[in-house]
């Protein structure tokens, strides 16, 4: 699996953005997907998920409320629906595929993107 995310950018404290992670390949479906995001000097940190099927999402406290994930199995494609945008959510984010239904750990993932740079300003 081919992983690539797009859709970071600058944005005011407040606002929104959306990214996409388009995966290649036949067996998107059968993959938990994730996000996660990393700053200069800390680790990567995982932020929201979604299973194989669209049925169930976990996140973590700081982003409930705030963030949305989805996914498109169809077009091979996950979001994450950024709102209400905080200074500290700037990071590269990362979309990354498991083999598990869902996956809520940094090692249960497999396949990971490129990153794309969020930039919130206050």
């Known amino acids: 699996v081919q992983l690539q995310a797009s859709g970071g950018g600058l944005v005011q404290a407040g606002g929104s953005l959306r990214l996409s992670c388009a995966a290649s390949g036949r067996t998107f479906s059968s993959y938990g997907m994730g996000w996660f995001r990393q700053t200069p000097g800390k680790e990567r940190e995982f932020v929201l998920c979604?299973?194989?099927?669209?049925?169930?999402?976990y996140y973590i406290d700081s982003v409930k409320g705030r963030f949305t994930i989805s996914r498109d199995n169809a077009k091979n494609t996950v979001y994450l629906q950024m709102n209400s945008l905080k200074p500290e959510d700037t990071a590269v984010y990362y979309c990354?595929?498991?083999?598990?239904?869902?996956?809520?750990?940094?090692?249960?993932?497999?396949?990971w993107g490129k990153g794309t740079l969020v930039t919130v300003s206050s």
């Open positions: 990354a595929a498991s083999p598990l239904i869902i996956a809520t750990t940094r090692d249960e993932y497999q396949y």
């Open positions: 979604i299973s194989s099927s669209g049925g169930a999402t």
